[in-house]
């Protein structure tokens, strides 16, 4: 990994920020859980952890991030209403806060997004838009929608009181696992990397920091070994929550947090989605559970622990979790 770049105050949040999201989201939602994995831990020999953000209102960190950025907003801005792009879960996150707080909200996702997330978002009162091929166009047909209508467009990715709010989940586990030696976090364009990275670079510098991804949805792990955005094809995952091109905000996120990325094949992302099931009886989509494919997979060399693994996002179609069970059987 090349030399640190210092942390640009424009894009890392600072740790106050991060704490005082903390106290905007204490009312409305508990830590999430740590959970230790037997399995894990005796195969590694090393104590392994899964902090368990899919049992967060909406199924994953998002609503954290989500959450902040409404609570920040004037009277008059929630008014007006707030607009967003996600591949799912960032939208469940904006619904869940847009109800929060009464605020009109549109999202744009991908025609591709899981139904069980677009069910979702309508469900909370918020207009869904799909008609975009991927991910980055419903980003750019929203960001014109909130240009033309002089509204707030919530990126999912960027923002310092959106990566504020997912900096709480370092803020907790720093409490929960005070010896935290190692975290393996779920990166797509880096938010949730981000945050984490502003808590722990600030608090833990000691914790080693690992991004892992699918090799489909790579963007920021490309991006990081050339030095430069590297535009990425767009293929399809069952990692669909970390699909999309990354930006020079989300490359510096990177830079300055990730000690190292960790790539899993599709292969291996539906193997592992199939053994939580069967093994934990939970149901991850692929973006939840590309963190636990990377260590059991041998991505990650393990040394000491505690090694904590983030496992965010439940809403995976149940067709798709079906399929991984019948085409990977015990």
């Known amino acids: 990994m090349p030399t640190r770049p210092s942390p640009d105050p424009h894009i890392i949040p600072a740790i106050a920020a991060v704490r005082t999201a903390a106290d905007r989201l204490r009312p409305v939602m ?53 607009v967003a792009s996600s591949a799912g879960n960032h939208g469940l996150g904006v619904a869940y806060a847009a109800k929060a707080f009464n605020t009109p909200a549109t999202l744009y996702v991908p025609t591709t997004a899981p139904q069980v997330k677009k069910d979702g978002i309508r469900a909370l009162g918020t207009t869904v838009n799909d008609d975009a091929a991927d991910y980055d166009a419903a980003m750019l047909v929203a960001k014109a929608h909130a240009a033309r ?67 489909e949805t790579s963007a920021m792990a490309q991006s990081l070994a ?6 990425t094809v767009v293929t399809p995952t069952l990692a669909d929550g970390l699909a999309g091109q990354i930006d020079a905000d989300a490359l510096h996120i990177g830079q300055y947090c990730a000690d190292e990325m960790a790539l899993v094949s599709e292969v291996q992302l539906g193997e592992t989605i199939a053994w939580l099931h069967r093994t934990t009886g939970l149901a991850v989509e692929g973006a939840g559970a590309v963190t636990v494919a990377a ?36």
Do not use: W
């Open 30 to 82: 508990a830590p999430s859980r740590v959970v230790r994995s037997d399995l894990l831990s005796e195969t590694f020999g090393v104590e392994v952890l899964f902090k368990m953000e899919l049992e967060n209102p909406t199924g994953s960190f998002k609503v954290r991030g989500a959450y902040n950025v409404l609570a920040g907003l004037t009277d008059e801005e929630r008014a007006s209403g707030v």
């Open 226 to 231: 050339a030095g430069r955005v590297i535009d």
């Open 149 to 215: 209508e002089g509204i707030r467009f919530i990126n999912p990715c960027v923002g310092l009181d959106l990566l504020a709010g997912q900096g709480t989940v370092a803020l907790e586990l720093l409490e929960q696992v005070p010896q935290l030696h190692t975290v393996v976090i779920c990166t797509g364009g880096g938010g949730l990397l981000g945050g984490m990275g502003a808590v722990l670079r600030a608090l833990a510098p000691h914790v080693r920091i690992v991004g892992a991804q699918s090799v």
């Open 295 to 330: 260590l059991r997979h041998g991505k990650i060399s393990v040394s000491e622990g505690p090694i904590v693994l983030l496992v965010s996002g439940r809403n995976i179609d149940p067709a798709t979790l079906q399929a991984q069970l019948d085409h990977y059987p015990a």
